[in-house]
């Protein structure tokens, strides 16, 4: 993944005091404080979102070590452990999806509200993790700002864990009782092959799928079994134990995970085959149960540890949303707001601590009227019809927004036909594009609808299907005189609404040969998995000789290089795909075809998260949303290729001075949104561009027959 996401933590031990494992309590600490500052500055410590992996084997070992020595025989045994996983862990987080809902609706753009009110629903009901796992699979997704309820997905894994643990275990000691076998045997058969069958499935998907293997239970599953299988060992495995063998263990475990810390990063293939170092080094550390005097255990029982350790649940809880919120309030967020960011997530964290887990949980105890169960229906319904009236607002906001004609014209006549989209970057009595407008086509609010046909037409190769798509779409006419190739990435795909009139209006027929990320360029590009890399391969290697056999007249090409050439970084790779990018091209005209490359358009995603939240949130103050032009234009090999082959019959097309003027690149041009995300033309915003586009195509083109 290009970055891994948020992690979560466990419920307080559910163990009693006089069985209190202070080293577990500060292996927590550790890994709460390296979530956190992963999550406050990634590039330091780059392999932070480990600390899920340690937090998944603590969970599989307490639970489990719980229900061995109370197996459940009945099911009213089964909801009680139920009910006491919701008095433990329900009321800090039902706490704090409501104190964000909250918060969106104060200080967040209205763009986000529906996906974040889902977001907020999903994770009141513990379904984020499914609920990211779908939207990853979205190549569109890419550009949405992180939610200050993304940190839910580990957690909605963990509920889902507890929902089925003792489930199974009672099933496994009712079956072995009545088949004659120790109980402990039965449960240990039961998670080692559990554990077998996840971890497998979690290599497996791991290569396949990097982006959906990271939130599905099922790859994640192994982690807590491990933890359980040393519960299952039994006491004696995990006794306290004072020998020089044991701290040599724990010291093992706990570099293990230190290591995975500090060297793991984005691109590392999570989980996989990797989370078995943190994982097992963290049930190495569990099992040694150290008490040697040159064990970690007098590092993992310090005061700042134990204090960690025990507001670990609700520091997590806290410092997500505070970290993702905090931007829209604030004009600057670097080393001093992030550092008073953690101390006001402390602040809460002990408030939260005491006063809601420890007293509010007492008090469920207490008063039947606030019994686990009612709390569970009471407070789910409550926090769902508060997300339902954040989603209505934000629906009828949007239905109000969504007729994108309407917004046109009123866009039309407050800043006049001619200087209307592009058109206003070259008429000097046209507004500055860094001005304020009144409205906006298409609204910010529904800007990410405003989207090209062929993500509509599903046109994409896409990396969650291997890039085995071989779709090619169709634009222009169906059998024009001049047959045209459009080929490249996502950054091709956005200039169709620009070419599909050219293409009408001059008898072309335009075959697509699009893929989501992958360039196609002739060189093997990294990804998230070696199947990933290769089916990006397999399909540039498919497209190129189907262009160069395809009797094409004209080949239009276009690329956003996003992913590195292997084994360089992406800057290391310009060098590499400017040759290589020559070769395909020299291919290409070779055939006979003309060739084009369209050079690639500004990337605001830079600097914005996205382009209609931060229009949304500067409405009055659109320059907000523009940057430097050297900021914004990316590099391009393949447009550079073109001037190192110096081949009249390969040219290169040049709009960007429809986005960009003296020195700036905008956001918004001529009254309209010119990205529906990070860096893909809106259909509006790329319609305005057909006719100087043509223009620049017949400057480049000299040929009668492809022109009417």
């Known amino acids: 993944m290009s970055q891994q996401l948020s992690t979560s933590l466990p419920a307080p031990p559910i163990k009693p005091r006089s069985s209190f494992r202070g080293d577990i309590q500060g292996v927590r600490a550790l890994a709460v404080g390296v979530v956190v500052l992963y999550h406050f500055w990634p590039h330091r410590l780059t392999g932070g979102f480990v600390g899920v992996d340690v937090f998944f084997v603590i969970s599989g070992f307490l639970i489990t070590a719980h229900l061995i020595s109370k197996p459940p025989r009945t099911a009213k045994d089964v909801g009680k452990f139920w009910m006491r996983r919701v008095r433990r862990l329900l009321p800090a987080s039902f706490l704090v999806i409501l104190s964000s809902i909250l918060a969106v609706w104060a200080v967040a753009p209205a763009t986000v509200w529906r996906d974040w009110g889902l977001q907020g629903l999903a994770s009141t009901f513990y379904f984020q993790n499914w609920y990211l796992a779908g939207t990853s699979v979205d190549y569109m997704a890419e550009g949405e700002a992180e939610s200050p309820f993304q940190h ?41 092959t559990l554990l077998v069958c996840s971890l497998g499935y979690s290599v497996y998907l791991t290569e396949q799928n990097a982006d959906v293997a990271y ?14 299988l040393v519960a299952a060992l039994g006491p004696r495995f995990y006794a306290e134990s004072r020998t020089g063998f044991s701290a040599v263990m724990a010291w093992v475990g706990l570099l293990a995970v230190a290591g995975a810390v500090l060297t793991f990063e984005g691109k590392t293939p999570f989980p996989g085959v990797a989370a078995a170092i943190p994982v097992v080094g963290t049930a190495l550390v569990i099992a040694a149960h150290s008490k040697h005097r040159f064990s970690p255990d007098r590092l993992l029982g310090l005061p700042i540890m134990r204090f960690t350790g025990d507001n670990s649940y609700a520091i997590y809880l806290w410092h997500w949303p505070i970290l993702i919120l905090a931007p829209f309030v604030l004009d600057d967020f670097f080393a001093t707001e992030k550092i008073t960011a953690l101390v006001i997530t402390v602040l809460l964290a002990v408030l939260t601590q005491r006063l809601v887990e420890t007293r509010f949980r007492r008090l469920m105890e207490r008063v039947p009227q606030l019994s686990a169960p009612r709390f569970l229906v ?25 007729d994108v004609d309407t917004g046109i014209e009123r866009v039309k006549s407050e800043v006049g036909i001619d200087c209307f989209g592009a058109s206003a970057m070259k008429d000097p009595d046209c507004a500055d594009p860094s001005e304020g407008y009144e409205v906006l ?10 989207r090209p046909p062929v993500y509509e037409d599903d046109c994409f190769a896409s990396s969650s299907s291997i890039f085995s798509d071989r779709t090619v779409c169709h634009y222009g006419e169906e059998d024009g005189q001049i047959k045209v190739a459009l080929v490249g990435n996502s950054h091709a795909g956005h200039w169709v609404p620009a070419l599909d009139p050219i293409a009408e209006h001059n008898d072309w027929s335009i075959d697509t040969y699009l893929a989501s990320a992958c360039a196609v360029l002739g060189e093997e590009q990294e990804f998230d998995s070696k199947e990933q890399a290769a089916g990006c391969d397999e399909y540039g290697d498919w497209a190129i000789e189907e262009i160069t056999n395809g009797d094409y007249d004209l080949i239009i090409s276009s690329n956003r290089m996003s992913a590195p050439i292997m084994g360089h970084s992406l800057e290391e790779s310009e060098d590499p795909a400017t040759e290589a990018y020559g070769q395909v091209l020299q291919q290409w ?11 690639d358009t500004p990337w605001p995603g830079e600097t914005l998260d996205n382009v209609p939240d931060c229009v949304s949130n500067n409405d009055d103050a659109v320059q907000e949303c523009s940057a ?11 447009a550079d290729a073109v001037q190192q082959l110096a081949n009249p019959r390969i040219s290169v097309v040049n709009m960007n001075d429809y986005f960009c003027s003296k020195d700036t690149c905008h956001s918004v041009i001529g009254g309209v949104m010119a990205y529906f995300d990070h860096s893909h033309l809106s259909e509006t915003f790329a319609q305005t561009l057909t006719d100087p586009l043509e223009n620049r195509l017949r400057e480049t083109v000299v040929d009668n027959r492809m022109w009417k």
Do not use: C
């Open 215 to 228: 939130f599905s239970t099922f790859t994640r599953m192994w982690e807590f079994a491990v933890g359980a």
């Open 378 to 402: 009471t407070g789910s319904l409550v926090l769902a019809l508060i997300v339902g009236g954040f989603q209505l607002t934000s629906h009828q906001m949007m239905q109000g927004a969504k």
């Open 628 to 638: 430097p032009a050297d900021t914004w234009l990316p590099m391009d090999p393949q």
């Open 152 to 192: 839910f997905w580990s957690l909605s894994v963990e509920e889902q864990f507890y929902f089925i643990w003792p489930i199974m275990i009672g099933l496994l000691v009712f079956g072995a009782l009545h088949a004659g076998i120790k109980p402990r045997a039965a449960v240990l058969g039961g998670v080692g």
């Open 441 to 450: 086509a298409p609204s910010p609010l529904v800007a990410e609808e405003d």
């Open 589 to 599: 005209e070779s055939s006979g075809s003309r060739v084009v490359v369209l050079r």
